[in-house]
């Protein structure tokens, strides 16, 4: 069964750091545009970060400058390292993956299950 294991979550004082990833496991053909997403208390879930399969990069403008999205294909695993961080930025810390399970098969969304990030102030 493939799933997406994320870690790195925790407790950080505002100007610190924290390092999230995000691992494929399981067995996969190809995995295709991956992101980061997060989810605060009473609001929606919003993208963080985004990036390609070729390592195009695209950032929510509250994080600019601040976080960087990273993978390694021959790992399939996906990294954000947040700098530079806010109370803001507190929230549970989702990432999204396009994967091919196999050669016949379409891409299909898939959701890791969240890991919390708290930024104290």
């Known amino acids: 069964q493939v799933q997406l294991v994320e870690s790195g979550g925790g407790l950080v004082q505002a100007g610190g750091s924290l390092r999230l990833s995000c691992a494929v496991s399981?067995?996969?053909?190809?995995?295709?545009?991956m992101a980061w997403y997060r989810q605060a208390p009473g609001k929606q879930r919003d993208l963080v970060a985004l990036i390609t399969r070729g390592g195009e990069t695209n950032y929510a403008d509250s994080v600019k400058g601040r976080f960087t999205i990273s993978r390694d294909n021959a790992k399939a695993t996906m990294y954000l390292q947040m700098n530079s961080l806010r109370s803001e930025d507190t929230a549970v810390y989702y990432c999204?993956?396009?994967?091919?399970?196999?050669?016949?098969?379409?891409?299909?969304?898939?959701w890791g299950q969240g890991t919390q990030v708290a930024v104290s102030s």
């Open positions: 399981g067995t996969i053909y190809r995995a295709n545009t």
């Open positions: 999204k993956a396009d994967l091919r399970l196999d050669w016949a098969t379409g891409f299909e969304e898939y």
